[in-house]
């Protein structure tokens, strides 16, 4: 299945769900309880605490590396679990780590930038968002993000700004290109230890209460995976809800469709090459 077919076929069934939520809403007049959404980065290495996460039974937003060795089966086996799915792209970093394939660098070109960004798309099934890994330099950089924003509105996708940098303009590139956007609220695990990660998550939870919605975003280490487990079931006794970034931008715009129109990609498909290695 194509990367455009397999996008209107999950927000086919996105645009269902938010018709019966917004029915229900309406009918009952209740109050749509705190919400939070909790993204996983750096899916598809780890094979292990990837199909922990996919087992888990609350939607959690996935986000995958590209060309990693279990992206295509973890991504498949959790779409199969009503987890929703994102491309985690690799952009350049004020540190210089290594992007791995994949990478977005500011020494791109508008056309280099597009290809890399679109066959990474067409690397993980069933995508239907963008967030950034690392990309502290690359997101600072206008032109180039707003080449990308101008590549995933052709789909269309999303944007979630993990906002590694204060600086970050990514959110006012997806704005100008009309690309729907989120921007992350608290890093849950940057150190991995379950006092930590219990903190971040109650913080989450308070700005959640605070603002009706909140973003989180973890990684597929253990500590992160056990203290999900233990965790997320006890939230509905607490008056927490679960939902995917599309969910959740979809209780931030009053049930809006995010995408008025479905359409299709207008760039032409790229040659068929070689899947990289780690």
Known sequence: ???ACQIRVVLGALAISLVATGSASAGTGEQQPPTIAIIIDDMGHDPVQGERLTELDQPLTLAFLPYRR????LAEAAHARGK???????MANTRNYALGPGGLTPEMNQLTTTTTLRRALQSIPYVQGVNNHMGSLLTQQRNNMDWIMSELVQYPLY??????????????????????????????DHEQTEAFVDRQFKLL????????TA????HPHKVTVDYLEKNLPLLDAQGIAV???SGLW?????????????????????????????
């Open 205 to 212: 939870i308070e700005t959640a209460k605070r603002n009706g």
């Open 250 to 278: 979809a209780m931030r715009h009053d049930n809006a469709p995010m995408f008025v129109e479905i359409k299709r990609p207008v760039v032409a498909p790229l040659a068929k090459r070689k899947t990289d290695g780690e």
């Open 159 to 188: 944007f979630v700004d993990s906002r590694t940098i204060a600086s970050t303009v990514a959110a006012d590139s997806a704005e100008t290109h009309r690309v729907p956007n989120l921007t992350r609220d608290v890093f849950l």
């Open 1 to 3: 299945m194509s990367l």
């Open 84 to 90: 929703e799915i994102m491309l985690h792209a690799p």
């Open 243 to 245: 939902a995917t970034v």
């Open 70 to 73: 279990y992206t295509r089966t």
């Open 215 to 218: 973003i989180g975003i973890g």
